[in-house]
């Protein structure tokens, strides 16, 4: 009978690789290990299962480190799609959201929701964007989603607190 394999509890292996990617250092660590295998003579096809990455991408790294040390495993910038907003646009939405509300531009609240910001960025920047794209932009931003919750300026106080108090009285019994 074979021995017990051992098991890591309380992480998930999605929230342990997501701890490699947090932190610049673990994700040059890991890969200047990678290249160091490759010194010992391990197959770029072999640790590309050890590493969940492609055989190529090692390859990259091993020859970025040859080129530029230690500097050529650290991610680049300017990598992805470019913004679809200038920097203008986005320096006028940052302004607008801070600023001032959307009952200023015609809208019937005066709070900025992701829809409402798509329709105004349509209608000023002929620029279309899905809700959780814009979510993505309004965060890089700076900004992030706030719940909103009612106030109801007709509502008695009073009469809130004794309902609250005849509430804790039902579930008692």
Not at 61 to 75: N, Q, T
Not at 88 to 105: A, C, G, N, R, V
């Amino acid at each position: 009978m074979g021995r017990k394999s051992l098991e890591v509890k309380g992480y998930t292996p999605e929230s342990i690789k997501s701890l490699f990617n947090s932190d610049d250092k673990y994700k040059i660590g890991l890969r200047l290990y990678a290249v160091y295998q490759v010194s010992l003579g391990q197959s770029s096809r072999k640790l590309e299962v050890l590493y969940n990455t492609s055989y190529k991408q090692i390859t990259n790294w091993v020859h970025r480190f040859e080129e530029e040390g230690i500097d050529g495993l650290r991610d680049r910038p300017g990598r992805g799609r470019k913004s679809r907003l200038s920097n203008w646009q986005l320096d006028k939405i940052s302004h607008m959201i801070s600023q001032e509300t959307p009952s200023e531009y015609g809208y019937n609240t005066d709070t900025w929701t992701g829809p409402i910001l798509i329709s105004w960025i349509r209608g000023n920047f002929h620029i279309e964007f899905k809700k959780a794209q814009i979510y993505n932009i309004i965060n890089k931003m700076g900004f992030s989603y706030q719940k909103a919750r009612g106030f109801y300026p007709e509502a008695d106080a009073q009469k809130q607190e004794e309902f609250k108090e005849m509430l804790k009285k039902t579930s008692k019994e």
